[in-house]
């Protein structure tokens, strides 16, 4: 379990609406991950969610009320926030969206809004009917929200507990933990667009059997939530695996080598950066049966033919050549001499960054070791969960693009 709030303080602030609901479970989950929180509730979320639940879920006092008298200096719009990291109101009615575009202070949690420092951030999770979320009115406090650098969360579309379909469901705690956890995170690669393959891939014997590899896709999808965290728009090829897509990542499904070369190539162009973390099958099946193969007493087994599949990497380093873009960054798992094989396949494939990892040990864990290669050398990046490893590797990517950045 990763602890990437611990040491941060939060003001949690709940406002009237149905979604209340979650916002017990997103307390939990913020504690979980380290925080300190404070919450404070609109008179209208205490119809919701009684404030004893999210005093038991929080371990401090919740404040409902701008006069309460257990505040020693009764500033509490003031000292609640002067150690606040951040604040986040969720759910967010549309009645406090309007509050916050206008800068008012009728009530302890809109105070507290205005009145915090400049450094804390403040982001809002809108949760509310789709009628209320698209009125008019309501998109013109949004648009003055996002001018006034309020980061806005979701929301989702989907079904409400009002019966109706569409945009405006509050994003789910999980979701909200990742955004918050990723307001913290440097945007090193805002602007950039970023194009990640990941998983394994999976070539038909026939159509229910198959030739795959023990990739987990782990490192990949961490990868392209660090890059998401630093600010770049992701695209995610991903081979089969069982992960949930990091939130606010575009996923493409792929099962075949074929498939994720044919969906990369398709996405390649624009694309800043390419991070192929695939565990991509050098061979496919020549000859795959169409209908289930049948074992037959006393017959042979079938005899399997390969063919080469195309090399991602490779291509997609071969479309570099005009514009310098993207810059291509490859992984590679070596059962050994990782150090020799690393340096040699980097020149190889004529890419600038290649990163290499000892595998098969790797292939499913949740701690890795990596080695960066470039034109200078090797950066060894000592043995973590893959999130932190990922977000050290986005950020020696980020170094090298601004040096090229200069360059040009
Ligand atoms: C049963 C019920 C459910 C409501 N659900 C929502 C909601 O999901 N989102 C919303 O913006 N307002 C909702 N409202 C309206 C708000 O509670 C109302 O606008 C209130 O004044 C908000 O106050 P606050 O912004 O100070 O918390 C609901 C009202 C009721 C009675």
């Known amino acids: 379990m990763s602890m990437d709030l611990k040491g941060k303080k939060l003001v949690l602030g709940l406002t009237g609406g149905v979604a ?3 916002a017990a479970e997103l307390c939990r989950a913020l504690v979980k991950q380290g925080a300190s929180v404070q919450v404070v509730m609109t008179e209208a979320a205490t119809h919701f969610i009684g404030a004893v639940t999210m005093q038991a879920l929080s371990g401090h006092t919740v404040y409902t009320d701008q006069w309460d008298p257990r505040v020693a200096n009764n500033m ?3 000292d609640l926030t002067r150690s606040a990291d951040a604040i986040l109101v969720s759910p967010c009615s549309a009645d406090f969206i309007r509050k916050l575009a206008h800068g008012a202070c009728d009530d302890l949690l809109s105070t507290l809004c205005v009145a915090r420092p400049r450094h804390v951030s403040l982001l809002v999770a809108p949760a509310m009917n789709v009628e209320m979320w698209e009125n008019p009115a309501t998109r013109r406090n949004v648009a003055q929200l996002r001018e006034d650098g309020i980061q806005i969360l979701g929301p989702d579309a989907g079904s409400q507990a009002c019966g109706e379909t569409g945009f405006g469901r509050m994003l789910e705690p999980d979701e909200l933990v990742e955004e918050l956890i990723a307001s913290f995170q440097h945007k090193v690669l805002a602007g950039r667009r970023v194009l990640i393959t990941a998983g394994p891939t999976f070539e038909p014997i026939d159509p229910v059997r198959g030739i795959t590899n023990l990739s987990s896709g782990k490192m990949g999808y961490a990868v392209a ?3 998401r965290e630093a600010g770049a728009d992701v695209t995610l090829v991903s081979g089969p695996t069982s992960l ?3 939130h606010g990542v575009r996923r493409v499904d792929v ?3 074929q498939q994720m070369h044919d969906a990369v190539m398709a996405k390649v162009e624009g694309q800043h950066v390419f991070i192929g973390v695939a565990a991509v099958a050098d061979w496919r099946v020549a000859n795959a049966s169409d209908q289930k193969l049948k074992k037959q007493d006393g017959g042979a087994p079938p005899q399997l033919e390969f063919a080469q599949n195309a090399d991602i990497l490779a291509s997609v380093a ?10 291509c960054v490859g992984f590679a798992a070596e059962s050994e001499n990782l150090m020799e094989f ?5 020149e190889r494939k004529g ?3 290649l990163v290499g990892n000892i595998g098969p040990q790797t292939f499913g864990q949740d701690d890795n070791t990596i080695i960066v290669f470039d034109e200078n050398g090797h950066t060894v990046l000592p043995r973590a969960d893959k999130l932190t490893l990922a977000r050290q590797l986005v950020s020696e990517i980020a170094k090298r693009l601004e040096q090229r950045s200069l360059l040009t």
């Open 255 to 257: 099962l075949t080598a």
């Open 342 to 346: 690393g340096a040699a396949k980097r």
């Open 20 to 22: 209340c609901y979650k």
């Open 318 to 327: 071969g479309t570099t050549s005009l514009s310098g873009w993207p810059y």
């Open 244 to 246: 949930p897509t990091p």
């Open 225 to 227: 939530r660090a890059a």
């Open 351 to 353: 890419i600038p960054l």
């Open 76 to 78: 509490a719009h003031i």
